[in-house]
């Protein structure tokens, strides 16, 4: 039986939001998915909105053991980026991050810079 992916829309630290569109507005199917993830003792809460196909699990497990575990139990097959693509991911981020930084020091003569942009801009 193929188990339906899952995806990680985001995550924080306690609370991780997956998605699984192939189940979207199957309302049994995350009833179930709840029941099996609290009954278990594997989260401590689980908020499920089937319409959007998504749930979101409050738990201090991470991506590595909710992956074994959801494939364990026949659940859904969680897809995670790989390492490489990370890398990538986060090189292409920094490259677009000093891009934009050099953009702006040239264009305000080294006065202005992005980071001391964004701390200005995220403390009003």
Request: aromatic fraction near 10%; glycine fraction near 4%.
């Amino acid at each position: 039986m193929k188990l339906p992916d899952a995806e990680v829309c985001h995550i924080t630290k306690g609370r991780v939001r997956i998605k699984i569109p192939s189940k979207k507005g199957n309302k049994s199917f995350f009833d179930e998915l709840r029941n099996t993830l609290i009954n278990d003792g594997f989260a401590k809460e689980v908020s499920i909105n089937p319409s959007i196909s998504s749930f979101i699990l409050y738990t201090e497990e991470n991506l590595d053991n909710i992956k074994t575990y959801a494939r364990e139990k026949n659940l859904f097959e969680l897809k995670t980026i790989d390492e490489e693509k990370r890398k990538v991911i986060n090189y292409t981020i920094k490259q677009a991050y000093n891009n934009l930084d050099s953009k702006l020091k040239r264009f305000f003569n080294n006065e202005i810079d992005l980071g001391s942009t964004v701390f200005l801009t995220l403390i009003g």
